[in-house]
């Protein structure tokens, strides 16, 4: 590769988020349906970030407009580091539908998204100026989704 060249992009393992739900509220309007579902609480573990969801701190925004991408999601939520720093994040992106091959006639639901950090300067600040790109998986028993986050190098 030439000196000029601009590296290849890597994915950095940066941590995972589980988040528990207690409540989905889904309702129609005029432009369609729409969901809202506060988390009631999350852990957060990793190598670049460990703590906690602050509960009912935010919810996931969904848009129940079938298109090709999926359904679109807008997440907003506080997250809390084991020291204590409040770190505010948003999910932008897609919930995906797939064949469950263990589950026959069950769907399979993922995540495909692009998060944004805003982190106070500091030990965190590091989170407001990186990009990342998230994947994630819908459960139950009992209803949580499991957000994986990986730092573009």
């Known amino acids: 590769m030439a000196d000029d060249a601009i590296s290849p992009l890597n994915l950095e393992y940066a941590f995972t988020v589980t988040m528990y739900f207690n409540e ?5 309007g005029p432009r369609g349906g729409k969901g809202y ?3 009631e609480r999350g852990e957060i573990s ?10 009912y701190s935010g919810a996931d925004y969904a848009i ?4 090709s991408e999926g359904i679109k999601v807008n997440t907003h939520y506080m997250l809390q580091s084991d020291d204590g720093v409040w770190i ?3 999910n932008r992106g897609y919930l995906h539908r797939s064949p469950d091959p263990e589950n026959p006639g069950q769907s399979r639901l993922y995540f495909r998204f692009t998060p944004f950090f805003e ?3 500091g030990k965190y600040e590091w989170m407001s100026k990186t990009l990342f790109v998230g994947t994630g998986e819908r459960l139950s028993n009992p ?11």
């Open 24 to 28: 989905r509220i889904d309702f129609k």
């Open 37 to 39: 579902v506060p988390p």
């Open 46 to 55: 990793g190598p670049l970030l460990n703590g906690r969801v602050v509960p």
């Open 64 to 67: 129940f407009k079938e298109v």
């Open 88 to 90: 505010y994040i948003n």
């Open 119 to 121: 982190a106070p300067f």
């Open 143 to 153: 209803d949580r989704s499991v957000f994986t986050y990986y730092a573009v190098r």
